[in-house]
């Protein structure tokens, strides 16, 4: 069978692909002529093609490869492209330089497979069809989570996490530092959040209830330090990536309870880092003493993370510690509120002004789409109708139903998937077609919606292996649905899935070979030998 057209293969699909005749051919001397502006997307294609090609791509003012930033093309917005490759030039040109790194993404994927190896074949020859291509991103929001609190990654991979995301012109790295399991992000005036609350013990108790995947007995460590957060800030704005820190509070902060009791709502208590899954029922307390300490860990998050987001959590903060407490039962009174109940939206409402107040937008997530304050960006993640109730009620949405976003389940039920959060599987084919993006939203409501992001919580992926097992080619299907919204297209998607397969193949991407699929051009052996297994950790 004929391999696919290459730009047919495209992932995600562009809004426009017209196929011309020819190829346009690297030699030794092809060099790049670079605009004001698009430098940095010239280095990135230099940075990306050098490994493999040996190619220098020199700068010279008569290159054969364009790189263009024209203002004038308002109509392409912040990310879109134009590219124009004819047999002896390559056009590309943007209005903006995230336009510019999304089209170097496209030339990586118009390029044969083995471009992205990495590994050294100068023997060439190195061709790019002849293609006119207008491309537009339905969504500002693209993006995926993942969580480093429950099992750390090294900065090292997230650099490849970045990478990848790249590839699939995905813009936004949401990056989970915190939780009842593990604090990551450092703190210069709190060295215990990591000298503590970095490390989760050994239980000795067995599972409670006899329930497995609720307990992890596991000693676990780690902890990023400022320079490496500000080099992975650095190389991902490269890629056009920005890096989104989430803190969580007032719930999910057992490992902040472990390193500093006399946050909690019994300072007397000592607590472990929590060494179970699910929600802990520990929060923070409501005095003073929080507020300060909460202010100041943002302060230095932000000082680290320049993204015009902060996500400060919210969610699952159970108030029955609350409820028990005399201290907090008489801040809700001196506050004027109805119950203890009342103070969450209360405790948001001063950590979101606090990060307004610092021109950045805060992000919290939301069960109902109702009980965030206004100036919040939300994260609805419950059910799809909840997105659009959130835009009506005047907040920018992140849609991120767990049923077609959360990729720490399985894929399928075949008893031979590896460990999983329990519940019903979630397809590739329910992740492309999420009905939070739907086309029944109306006009106003759409402005709202920012766009979308996948979610992998990392209770059962413990390594990269078992990372990218669980996140591809799944994260495919959402980069694909988030950059073409209401225009995407499921048969169209598998048909550009199995030749995609091959750059993932060259990629090293330990991915979950996927059912009804065509093989990939270049197969290679894959460390999960059958959809029911995964990499051994």
């Known amino acids: 069978m004929p391999a696919p057209h290459p730009e047919h293969s495209l992932v995600p699909r562009p809004l426009k692909v017209s196929s011309r005749p020819g190829r346009f ?130 900065v090292s991979y997230l650099r490849r996490y970045v990478d990848l995301m790249a590839l699939h012109k995905l813009n936004t790295l949401h990056l989970h530092l915190t939780d009842d399991q593990g604090w990551r992000m450092p703190v210069a005036a709190y060295p215990k959040l990591t000298g503590i609350g970095g490390h989760r013990s050994q239980s000795m108790a067995g599972p409670p209830g006899g329930v497995p995947e609720m307990f992890d007995g596991v000693p676990h460590s780690g902890a990023y330090t400022r320079q490496e957060l500000r080099d992975l800030v650095r190389y991902a704005a490269a890629r056009g990536v920005r890096v989104v820190p989430e803190i969580e509070m007032p719930g999910h902060v057992r490992a902040a309870l472990a390193a500093h009791p006399e946050l909690g709502n019994d300072p007397s208590r000592r607590l472990g880092v929590w060494t179970r899954w699910g929600v802990c029922d520990t929060v923070l307390g409501v ?16 000082d680290v993370f320049p993204s015009p987001y902060i996500h400060v959590g919210g969610d699952e903060c159970p108030t029955t510690e609350w409820e028990n407490s005399p201290a907090a039962r008489q801040r809700a009174a001196a506050e004027g509120l109805a119950d203890t109940r009342a103070l969450h939206g209360w405790f948001m409402g001063r950590i979101g002004a606090f990060v307004t107040e610092r021109g950045r937008t805060p992000v919290g997530w939301a069960e109902t789409g109702t009980e965030l304050p206004l100036d919040f960006t939300v994260m609805t993640w419950r059910d799809p109708s909840h997105a659009r109730t959130a835009a009506r009620r005047g907040h920018q949405v992140v849609a991120a139903h767990y049923r077609a976003t959360y990729l720490d389940y399985a894929e399928s039920a075949d008893p031979g998937e590896p460990p999983a959060q329990p519940g019903p599987p979630v397809d590739l084919r329910t992740v492309h077609g999420d009905r939070s993006l739907a086309d029944d939203w109306g006009p106003a409501d759409t402005g709202r919606l920012l766009g979308t992001q996948a979610q992998l919580w990392t209770e059962y992926a413990r390594t990269p292996d078992r990372i990218e097992y669980r996140t591809y080619p799944r994260l495919c299907a959402l980069a694909d649905r988030a950059w073409s919204g209401t225009r995407a297209d499921w048969p169209g998607f598998l048909a550009r899935l199995g030749p995609h397969l091959a750059r993932l193949d060259a990629l090293g991407v330990r991915y979950r070979p996927p059912e009804g699929v065509g093989l990939p051009l270049n197969p290679r052996p894959q460390p999960a030998a059958s959809p029911g297994t995964a990499p051994t950790p």
């Open 25 to 154: 051919t690297f030699a030794p001397d092809t060099s790049i002529r670079a605009t004001p502006g698009a430098e940095g997307a010239a280095d990135l294609l230099r940075t990306l093609l050098a490994p493999t090609t040996g190619l220098p791509l020199a700068p010279s003012a008569t290159g054969r490869i364009v790189l263009a930033l024209d203002p004038q093309l308002s109509g392409l917005g912040e990310e879109g492209y134009g590219l124009t490759i004819g047999p002896d030039t390559v056009l590309l040109r943007a209005a903006r330089p995230a336009g510019l790194l999304c089209g170097v993404q496209t030339l990586r994927q118009l390029l044969p497979a083995e471009t992205l190896s990495g590994a050294d074949r100068r023997g060439g020859p190195w061709t790019l069809p002849c293609v006119e291509i207008s491309d537009v991103p339905a969504h500002a929001w693209r993006g995926t989570m993942l969580d480093v609190a429950r099992h750390f990654q090294p």
């Open 287 to 302: 005095h003073e003493e929080v507020f300060d300490f909460c202010r100041t860990v943002l302060q230095e998050v932000m």
